[in-house]
């Protein structure tokens, strides 16, 4: 299956996929409609030191434990990409202690968010690798 | 001392951000390693206009677009003799008291000869060609050529070419050294010469060894500084190029600041860490055409006469009867760098006004070495602001065997041109050290911009080639009935070789 990677030799830094996900994931067609003056939650979270930078988001685990602890069926593997239902989600945070990553955060309007790729969003593609400037970021089997 | 408080220079550019556009991302400010952008303490993104030299970074990184880069129209009273820049140069000398830099090629308003040259396309006559539908030869090999046909005594053609470079089209990555440029850079300079079958050159700083595996599409080089040079570095490209000379600055040498001597480049040049890689302004042991014969043997045993061995000069006004003696020299490939060659640094006042245009340097030459006969002794390749694949034809058309590309190579990678290349903060990871700044430039990315590049310029040469009902670079080379002038004086015709557009 087709996962996001990150090769750290070539991020910048720069913080820009934060920003496409978050644009990718608000429903507006403008960006600037989309993030001024708005304090961005991105399911994608650069961590930066010590001259070394990479982005973090969801690996989509084949042994997921976020799915493994979810007390209300609400994550689910559909296709091998982690699902949330935030109908059945009853906001108790279970996986965002369980999950080893950090990559599911509490959501601004649902309980929790989680990257899905950007298959159910208006991008299509996974908007942190379409945007990234050194191709840092890729969607690609391994 | 000089300065007394009173700042005398206006930052030559502005940054102009939409503050309806700007969502405060920051990736300007992480991005500019001039530190122009920032954040007041409001949340709001400012920038300060004296650090920026206008190299496009955060204008090509910003996600909403919000940025421009403007040039100050702040005016000195306006005057024809003394400009703005002469006015702001000298400032700057008072201040400094030093020798201006300056990096990449001559930006002064002197003709472009290229320019004033006009291509040939058959018309009822002749047949043009349509390359998309029949073979167009584009692969140049670069060399003595033989004088005559040797046959054994049975009648058999004896092979008596002399070592060659082939290329698959006319172009070539022209020298820029590992120190001046990154390690990104030369990666994916190897690399998309190795896919594109082409050669690029190792300038002068010897050859990293992780890129002794693209040996056969390197051409390696031996400048006045020697530096990096031994006998596994020479064999390890496909031909050997000593440097005399460089079109942004011939007569002078080089100078890379001993900070800029670290770890890898350290141990490539073959110097000391921290010490000042110095290349004298003159070969010490070339004084003379015979001299440089006893280089070029020296170097050709070295390879057991294996390798070409090419001379860069630098085109100056002598430079017909110097490369005549060149050609004499046992050389097999003479290469001429113009007045706008590039440089990652060069005294302000030697790259804008030392030197002459590559275009009439070029014709000089080549109807120099045709009119002594010695024109096969050598294959001619140029370089020096080759800007597109209309100018690669126009210098074949003028005789160039092909074509060195250093700037178009450079900006292909990602450079804008803020002609800052001296500072060490190439915001683009081509001209920088530092690692940061090295990173930007992922090869992956680059050598395949660079492959796009030629390989789009490939298809116009065999466009235009065909347009002429020409199917071979060869029947192009040295043709300059294919070549007509405009704006031009009798006298530039004249070294030109060509006629006047109508004639």
Request: aromatic share 6%; net charge neutral; charged share 20%.
């Given at each position: 299956?087709?996962?996001?990677?990150?090769?750290?030799?070539?991020?910048?830094?720069?913080?820009?996929?934060?920003?496409?996900?978050?644009?990718?994931?608000?429903?507006?067609?403008?960006?600037?409609?989309?993030?001024?003056?708005?304090?961005?939650?991105?399911?994608?979270?650069?961590?930066?030191?010590?001259?070394?930078?990479?982005?973090?988001?969801?690996?989509?685990?084949?042994?997921?434990?976020?799915?493994?602890?979810?007390?209300?069926?609400?994550?689910?593997?559909?296709?091998?990409?982690?699902?949330?239902?935030?109908?059945?989600?009853?906001?108790?945070?279970?996986?965002?202690?369980?999950?080893?990553?950090?990559?599911?955060?509490?959501?601004?309007?649902?309980?929790?968010?989680?990257?899905?790729?950007?298959?159910?969003?208006?991008?299509?593609?996974?908007?942190?690798?379409?945007?990234?400037?050194?191709?840092?970021?890729?969607?690609?089997?391994? | 001392?000089?300065?007394?408080?009173?700042?005398y220079i206006h930052p030559e550019f502005e940054v102009v951000r939409d503050q309806d556009k700007c969502i405060a991302c920051r990736v300007c400010e992480r991005q500019c390693a001039n530190e122009v952008h920032y954040m007041d303490e409001d949340g709001v993104m400012r920038a300060d206009n004296s650090k920026c030299v206008n190299c496009h970074r955060c204008v090509s990184l910003c996600p909403t677009g919000a940025l421009k880069i403007v040039k100050s129209d702040h005016t000195f009273r306006p005057n024809g003799n003394w400009t703005p820049q002469i006015i702001t140069e000298l400032y700057r000398q008072a201040g400094s008291g030093g020798v201006l830099l300056s990096?990449?090629?001559?930006?002064?308003?002197?003709?472009?000869?290229?320019?004033?040259?006009?291509?040939?396309?058959?018309?009822?006559?002749?047949?043009?060609?349509?390359?998309?539908?029949?073979?167009?030869?584009?692969?140049?090999?670069?060399?003595?050529?033989?004088?005559?046909?040797?046959?054994?005594?049975?009648?058999?053609?004896?092979?008596?070419?002399?070592?060659?470079?082939?290329?698959?089209?006319?172009?070539?990555?022209?020298?820029?050294?590992?120190?001046?440029?990154?390690?990104?850079?030369?990666?994916?300079?190897?690399?998309?010469?190795?896919?594109?079958?082409?050669?690029?050159?190792?300038?002068?700083?010897?050859?990293?060894?992780?890129?002794?595996?693209?040996?056969?599409?390197?051409?390696?080089?031996?400048?006045?500084?020697?530096?990096?040079?031994?006998?596994?570095?020479?064999?390890?490209?496909?031909?050997?190029?000593?440097?005399?000379?460089?079109?942004?600055?011939?007569?002078?040498?080089?100078?890379?600041?001993?900070?800029?001597?670290?770890?890898?480049?350290?141990?490539?040049?073959?110097?000391?860490?921290?010490?000042?890689?110095?290349?004298?302004?003159?070969?010490?042991?070339?004084?003379?055409?015979?001299?440089?014969?006893?280089?070029?043997?020296?170097?050709?045993?070295?390879?057991?006469?294996?390798?070409?061995?090419?001379?860069?000069?630098?085109?100056?006004?002598?430079?017909?009867?110097?490369?005549?003696?060149?050609?004499?020299?046992?050389?097999?490939?003479?290469?001429?760098?113009?007045?706008?060659?590039?440089?990652?640094?060069?005294?302000?006042?030697?790259?804008?006004?030392?030197?002459?245009?590559?275009?009439?340097?070029?014709?000089?030459?080549?109807?120099?070495?045709?009119?002594?006969?010695?024109?096969?002794?050598?294959?001619?390749?140029?370089?020096?602001?080759?800007?597109?694949?209309?100018?690669?034809?126009?210098?074949?058309?003028?005789?160039?065997?092909?074509?060195?590309?250093?700037?178009?190579?450079?900006?292909?990678?990602?450079?804008?041109?803020?002609?800052?290349?001296?500072?060490?903060?190439?915001?683009?990871?081509?001209?920088?050290?530092?690692?940061?700044?090295?990173?930007?430039?992922?090869?992956?990315?680059?050598?395949?911009?660079?492959?796009?590049?030629?390989?789009?310029?490939?298809?116009?040469?065999?466009?235009?080639?065909?347009?002429?009902?020409?199917?071979?670079?060869?029947?192009?080379?040295?043709?300059?009935?294919?070549?007509?002038?405009?704006?031009?004086?009798?006298?530039?015709?004249?070294?030109?070789?060509?006629?006047?557009?109508?004639?």
């Amino acid at each position: 299956m087709k996962r996001v990677y990150v090769n750290e030799e070539w991020c910048l830094g720069c913080h820009l996929c934060e920003y496409q996900c978050a644009f990718a994931n608000s429903g507006e067609t403008d960006m600037v409609k989309a993030l001024k003056g708005v304090k961005i939650n991105p399911r994608i979270q650069v961590e930066e030191g010590d001259g070394v930078n990479f982005a973090v988001q969801c690996r989509h685990c084949e042994e997921p434990l976020c799915v493994k602890g979810c007390i209300s069926g609400a994550l689910s593997i559909k296709d091998g990409v982690i699902h949330l239902d935030e109908n059945k989600c009853v906001g108790c945070y279970t996986c965002v202690l369980m999950c080893p990553y950090g990559a599911i955060m509490p959501g601004n309007g649902t309980a929790v968010q989680k990257c899905e790729l950007c298959l159910n969003n208006s991008c299509g593609e996974p908007a942190c690798v379409k945007g990234c400037p050194n191709a840092a970021i890729v969607y690609e089997e391994r | 001392m000089g300065n007394n408080g009173i700042n005398y220079i206006h930052p030559e550019f502005e940054v102009v951000r939409d503050q309806d556009k700007c969502i405060a991302c920051r990736v300007c400010e992480r991005q500019c390693a001039n530190e122009v952008h920032y954040m007041d303490e409001d949340g709001v993104m400012r920038a300060d206009n004296s650090k920026c030299v206008n190299c496009h970074r955060c204008v090509s990184l910003c996600p909403t677009g919000a940025l421009k880069i403007v040039k100050s129209d702040h005016t000195f009273r306006p005057n024809g003799n003394w400009t703005p820049q002469i006015i702001t140069e000298l400032y700057r000398q008072a201040g400094s008291g030093g020798v201006l830099l300056s990096s990449m090629g001559n930006p002064t308003n002197l003709p472009v000869y290229w320019d004033r040259l006009l291509l040939n396309a058959s018309q009822v006559t002749n047949p043009s060609i349509d390359p998309l539908r029949e073979p167009m030869e584009t692969v140049t090999f670069l060399g003595k050529k033989p004088k005559e046909i040797v046959r054994d005594e049975e009648g058999n053609i004896v092979n008596n070419q002399t070592p060659q470079i082939r290329l698959n089209t006319p172009i070539m990555f022209s020298a820029m050294s590992y120190g001046s440029i990154s390690y990104n850079a030369h990666a994916s300079l190897a690399r998309a010469a190795t896919e594109l079958g082409i050669c690029y050159n190792t300038g002068e700083g010897g050859l990293h060894e992780d890129f002794y595996q693209y040996g056969p599409n390197t051409i390696v080089q031996v400048a006045s500084g020697r530096f990096g040079v031994h006998k596994a570095y020479l064999e390890a490209g496909c031909a050997v190029e000593i440097k005399i000379g460089q079109g942004a600055k011939p007569g002078i040498g080089g100078h890379l600041p001993g900070a800029k001597i670290v770890g890898d480049i350290s141990r490539t040049r073959m110097i000391p860490e921290g010490s000042d890689a110095i290349s004298p302004a003159p070969h010490h042991d070339i004084y003379s055409i015979e001299d440089l014969r006893q280089l070029v043997y020296s170097l050709k045993e070295a390879t057991e006469y294996n390798k070409p061995v090419i001379v860069k000069i630098a085109a100056v006004h002598n430079v017909a009867a110097i490369a005549s003696g060149v050609a004499r020299s046992g050389a097999d490939i003479i290469a001429i760098d113009g007045f706008r060659g590039g440089t990652g640094a060069a005294p302000t006042r030697i790259r804008d006004n030392v030197g002459i245009p590559i275009e009439l340097a070029l014709a000089s030459v080549d109807s120099r070495l045709r009119e002594e006969g010695i024109r096969d002794n050598v294959s001619v390749v140029v370089g020096g602001s080759i800007r597109s694949a209309a100018d690669v034809v126009k210098a074949i058309a003028l005789g160039a065997d092909a074509c060195y590309i250093g700037t178009a190579a450079c900006l292909a990678m990602g450079c804008h041109l803020c002609r800052s290349c001296q500072e060490g903060k190439c915001n683009w990871g081509i001209a920088t050290q530092r690692p940061e700044l090295v990173k930007r430039l992922n090869p992956n990315i680059g050598s395949q911009r660079l492959v796009n590049l030629v390989n789009a310029w490939t298809h116009e040469i065999k466009e235009i080639m065909g347009g002429m009902g020409i199917n071979s670079i060869e029947s192009l080379r040295g043709n300059r009935l294919m070549l007509r002038g405009v704006g031009l004086n009798q006298k530039e015709l004249e070294i030109l070789g060509i006629k006047y557009a109508g004639e």
